[in-house]
């Protein structure tokens, strides 16, 4: 191996036994148990799953955005030999945007509506102390220009951008400070698909340029599997799926991730009839003992509502918590 | 009867004052107990013309017409404006289904009394005399519908209110709602766009369901070609208020002829094929519908346009049988 693969390889952020969620009368809600999972420098890694399961916590969790009843029980967050679930305030401030930025859901709201574009652009900035304004303006011009939207825009408010150039802002935004990972939580759910692939394509040309990780989430699973290296199924708080995006995509083996893959019908082929998923997810509060997708499976057999299967590898580096039975 | 179908050519849709071209010369039929889904961007009409066939706005200039028996060409004009009892009969035979599930029922009345509206409403209680039994008949009626969205057992679900159920649960009853007084004609404007993936493809088969049982019409509206194809027997495009392509499901997403239905299918997820297929070739958005353009209205975002197309609108051709586009190509 040489160095630069080397360097390719590198683990940049590892999530190990992550416990996270909110403090609430009722008890503390289990949105994160127990996930763990790895990134590399340079990859694009696709987090799936439906509404409630998880997902969008465990991308807070990174980036330490909890406040009043969101908490982090226990497991660790390492980036770059630090531990960011136990940093100080402080410590997370300094790695905020500077290494680790995000692309927030909706960017319809996300942006300041009495602020023009270019003074929220350059306030990253000015905040983490890089120089003067002259020169985050001159920087804030550079990310416009990557994401494709004139300089001329520098000044627009937010309102006289459509939905698309929002999000591009966003996506430029996220790259100000040249952060080593960006996390996208639904960067084009509110966005026509003609506009979303326009951005996904952006996306993966600016990945590709600058070699930043991803961790991209999504409900759209077709969507996530054309553009993930890896990918990671969420179910009620859980990893239930994790391996390389098209070994998952081909062969699924978890229940649930071949409901989610049944939830999409296809643009080629004969027309089958699907079977989606029935059913809604546990609550999280007081979950079941055995696996959480246990009331909806298909396969499920005495056992399953137990002990809940542990993640394991099915094949090289493609791991499910099903103890897979019904594959005979 | 000789099947349902309807033909309206409508021109330019008047909004505040200003003209929005919201939809220009929409034509097309719906034949009995077919599915027809309505595809397009934001922004492209879809949404107008399922709302001008319900009746919630009046049209512009154009024709609606509803199978008729009793008329002398079987085919009965709806698109003057109606009376009171006329447009009572008219819901009774077109329904919709609203696309946000937490906005279409009413948040201070309970699922009952959502439900038992329609049948109050048309008369559609079956009972023999006296208050009682009519009430206890209305109540049957709603046990049953509910069975048949699939929220057992009913008397658990009577009594909440709209905030107490799901998104998925709300659009059942959504549908149950419609289905209730057994229209002709379903309008289903995005209705599972704002669901979970997971219950999206539940509701879809329900709905599949109730349209071959009650051999209803069905005019699904979406932004999601593949949905499309999975829901109906033929696929209308349409782009900044104009039909662009209509043809049968598999003629229009396999064998695309119009540039947009190629945009639209080329920007659509298809994880089989993988992302290594042609990058987007195109730009801008959809154009304004107060000023558009002249031409042919995607001409300023097409990869293929020719001086002509930024001239005349061009005519619907038939490229093959039952296969239309709005292209010069």
Redesign the interface.
Known sequence: MNAMQEFLSENILECQELVAGYELKAGFVRAVDGVSFSLRRGEFLGIAGESGCGKTTLAYAVMRLFRDNAKIRSGKILYSGKDIANASEEEVKNLRWEHISMVFQSAMNALNPVLPIGEQLTDAWLAHKHGDLREAKTRALEVLKLVDIPEDRYNAYPHQLSGGMKQRVMIAMALMLQPEIVIMDEPTTALDVVVQRTIIEKIQELRKELQFSVIFITHDLSLLVEISDQLAIMYAGKIVEYGPASEVFLSPYHPYTQGLMASFPSLSGPIARMGGIEGKPPDLIDPPPGCRFYPRCRNRHSGCDLSAPPLRQVKPGHYAACDGEYHG | MQGVSKHFPIRSFRRFGEVVHAMDDVSFSLGKAEVLALVG??GSGKTTTASVIAQLYPITSGLIRLADPQAPDGFRSVSGKLSRKALLGYRKRVQMIFQDPFGSLNPTHTIEHILSRPYVIHDKVVYRRGEERRKTALKEQLHQLLRSVGLEPPQQYLDKFPHEL?G?QRQRVNIARTFSIEPEIVLADEPTSML???????I??MMLAFQEQKQVSFLYIT?????A??MAQRIVVMYAGMIMEIGT?DEV??RAVHPYTK??????????E??KRN??I?QG?IPSLIHPPAGCRFHPRCPYAMAECSRLIPPLKEVEGGHWIRCYL
């Open positions: 961007e934001s799901s998925g979970d993936v997971s219950i999206r493809m539940s879809m088969n932004h999601d070609l593949a949905g194809r999975y499901s997403v396999q945009l639209l299918r080329s920007a659509a997820p298809a994880p089989e993988g992302l990058r987007l195109t958005d």
